[in-house]
T-cell receptor
Framework: NAGVTQTPKFQVLKTGQSMTLQCAQD?????MYWYRQDPGMGLRLIYY???????DKGEVPNGYNVSRLNKREFSLRLESAAPSQTSVYFC?????????????FGSGTRLTVV | AQSVTQLDSQVPVFEEAPVELRCNYS??????LFWYVQYPNQGLQLLLK??????LVKGINGFEAEFNKSQTSFHLRKPSVHISDTAEYFC?????????????FGTGTRLLVSP
């Protein structure tokens, strides 16, 4: 099925461990995004990539790094996980550089840091 | 910069009753507006969007929203809700003419439909 695929769906980490969240889209979209969702706070942008080879910080980038490996893939890395990073993470992509198309979201990764 | 306010964190309603979910935005430039729905344990799906033209926008599942520029609002409505509409609804805004789309989301409104 066409869309945005995220792996893994669930993950439990110990404080200080590292991990990479994977995201891939097959819609030939230029732009990709990583959000975190926390209760009562909506979705907050972590990092985004306007096009292959470029990445920029969003609203809450501290503690995260990203890689836009190619046009399809955009990964999010936690180098040293902290309990404050317990959240649901969503990857999204958008059709092109214009503003009116909205996003296509993945189904999310539920991360717990203990 | 843009911002979105969803004043109601939760809206309880009975099945077949009408509902309105409120959204107000703030922006110094013209905007595009969106409503997304998130069913339990799923990602977000686009419900409807306003880009230009008619201020009344119809979306999927019988929902509609009206853009009011003077009141900077984009409220979501449905004349008769179903149990299956129970979900969280997010309003979002992006600015025009930036050459790049970056959505700003509200904090969400949880719609609880009971029999």
């Amino acid at each position: 099925n066409a869309g945005v695929t995220q792996t893994p769906k669930f993950q439990v980490l110990k404080t200080g461990q590292s991990m990479t969240l994977q995201c891939a889209q097959d819609m030939n979209h230029n732009s990709m995004y990583w959000y975190r969702q926390d209760p009562g706070m909506g979705l907050r942008l972590i990092y985004y990539s306007a096009s292959e080879g470029t990445t920029d910080k969003g609203e809450v980038p501290n503690g995260y790094n990203v890689s836009r490996l190619n046009k399809r893939e955009f990964s999010l890395r936690l180098e040293s996980a902290a309990p404050s990073q317990t959240s649901v993470y969503f990857c999204a992509s958008s059709e092109d550089d214009s503003n009116g198309y909205g996003y296509t979201f993945g189904s999310g990764t539920r991360l717990t840091v203990v | 910069a843009q911002s979105v306010t969803q004043l109601d964190s939760q809206v309880p309603v009975f099945e077949e009753a009408p509902v309105e979910l409120r959204c107000n935005y703030s922006s110094s430039v013209s905007v595009y507006l969106f409503w997304y729905v998130q069913y339990p344990n799923q990602g977000l799906q686009l419900l409807l969007k306003y880009l230009s033209g008619s201020t009344l926008v119809k979306g999927i599942n019988g929902f509609e929203a009206e853009f009011n520029k003077s009141q900077t609002s984009f409220h979501l409505r449905k004349p008769s809700v179903h149990i299956s509409d129970t979900a969280e609804y997010f309003c979002a805004v992006s600015s025009m003419n930036t050459g790049f789309q970056k959505l700003v989301f509200g904090t969400g409104t949880r719609l609880l439909v009971s029999p």
